[in-house]
């Protein structure tokens, strides 16, 4: 199998999660099953069909989540020397030259990504865009209002 990209801060999300799957979560839903098991037939128990149900999901997400993370090459950007060059897991300031407004980003695993907190996806548009690229550089991104022309104004490794 190939391996996907991830920071250590997704990491640790991910193992974070884990863990109260495992310690918290599967011994509720196991309690629910053997309180609902108590209450007699099974056929038309919905406490213990949803309590099963619910121990699916749980135990899908372990699975999925234990899988991400053996997948995972973990890149901590914080150790590799900042050369102003764009790569996974920068935080890269840019200008719109048009409107002159700024924004940062953080280029992270598609798991990672979330718009709200500036985390976008390596295979996002905008990263393709910015991988490779250094400091003052300007680019352009095609996005679904149009052409959108950015200045790379820092790269910064944290």
């Known amino acids: 199998m190939s391996q996907y990209p991830m920071t250590v801060h997704g990491a ?6 884990l863990n109260i799957l495992k310690t918290v979560k599967r ?5 629910a099953i053997a309180d609902a098991r108590e209450h007699g037939d099974l056929k038309e128990n919905a406490e213990y069909h949803a309590a099963r149900e619910q121990q699916g999901f749980c135990e899908g997400r372990i699975q999925d989540i234990e899988g991400k993370l053996g997948n995972a090459q973990i890149i901590d950007v914080s150790k590799i020397a900042n050369t102003g060059k764009v790569i996974f897991g920068v935080t890269v300031t840019l200008l719109n030259i048009d409107t002159e407004a700024e924004v940062k980003y953080q280029i992270v695993g598609d ?8 985390r976008i996806s390596i295979n996002s548009p905008i990263a393709r865009g910015l991988i490779g690229k250094t400091v003052d550089s300007e680019i352009e991104i095609v996005t679904p209002g149009g052409v959108v022309e950015y200045e790379i104004m820092a790269v910064d490794h944290i």
């Open 111 to 118: 798991d990672e990504a979330d718009i709200k907190h500036n």
């Open 27 to 31: 011994p509720e839903i196991v309690a």
């Open 12 to 17: 640790n999300v991910l193992r974070e999660e």
